[in-house]
């Protein structure tokens, strides 16, 4: 299977059917959705839900999300009956840190934040990743301009598998009308001008007419990437 017929096959379905055909042009291998319960996500899961797809659910918990995002995961599960599985940071990694550095050090410094990222993000993925052969994300092409050119489909050499995006090409009008036809549950702090939801101490509301991203990691300039996706 390469990239060229998978997003063939996929470019001009809807959601749920991308999602449907991915199990089937994938019927042997493990094919995992990484949620972080933002709204994409969010339309995600109700889509693998609503069909009981075969697609493995895990999200990453940093320990510094906001409260709100923890009672939005009980709810989605309870709404939809499905499991999350769930991986946390090396406990070692942490404490290691925090003694090191003290809890905000990622305030101090571009490296600073990036090595807590990674700690709290990246090497609990590795570890949710193991196995997999399609990875699906809730990206979009307007969320960022390092996004903006991504395809549906890509190949991770790194991880050697095929990472699936597909809402890459949704407008953020079109997301919202899914979640409100649905009635899809989300975070209430999107109301309150938090576009997108990170940790906690990393992400502030955003002003009328700022990029949905500059919530992140404010103090910086930055490509408001964890690494995740970058």
């Not at 571009?110 to 949710?128: G, Y």
């Not at 809730?138 to 050119?149: C, I, T, V, W, Y």
Request: charged letters at 25%; a negative charge.
């Amino acid at each position: 299977m390469d990239i060229s017929t998978i997003e063939k096959t996929l470019v001009n379905l809807s959601l749920e059917e991308r999602l449907h055909v991915l199990t089937q042009l994938f019927p042997e291998e493990k094919i995992v959705f990484s949620t972080s319960f933002g709204q994409e996500d969010q339309a995600i899961l109700y889509a693998i839900a609503s069909q009981s797809l075969a697609i493995q659910l895990f999200t990453l918990d940093t320990g510094r999300q906001f409260q709100e995002s923890y009672e939005l995961m009980d709810l989605t599960t309870r709404k939809y009956q499905i499991t999350i599985d769930t991986f946390f940071p090396n406990t070692e990694s942490v404490e290691k840190l925090v003694k090191e550095k003290g809890f905000n050090s990622f305030y101090s410094s571009v490296e600073n934040r990036k090595e807590c990222c990674f700690i709290r993000k990246m090497e609990p993925l590795s570890r949710a990743l193991q196995g997999a052969k399609v990875w699906i994300t809730g990206l979009r092409a307007e969320q960022s301009e390092n996004r903006a050119n991504m395809p549906i489909v890509e190949w991770d050499e790194q991880r050697q598998l095929f990472k699936i995006n597909p809402l890459i090409d949704w407008t953020f009008d079109e997301l919202n009308q899914y979640l409100l036809d649905h009635k899809i549950p989300q975070n209430p702090l999107h109301k309150k001008g938090f576009i997108s939801i990170g940790c906690a101490p990393c992400t502030r509301a955003i002003a009328e007419g700022e990029h949905p991203r500059a919530g992140r990691w404010w103090w910086e300039n930055s490509q408001k990437e964890c690494g995740l996706h970058a």
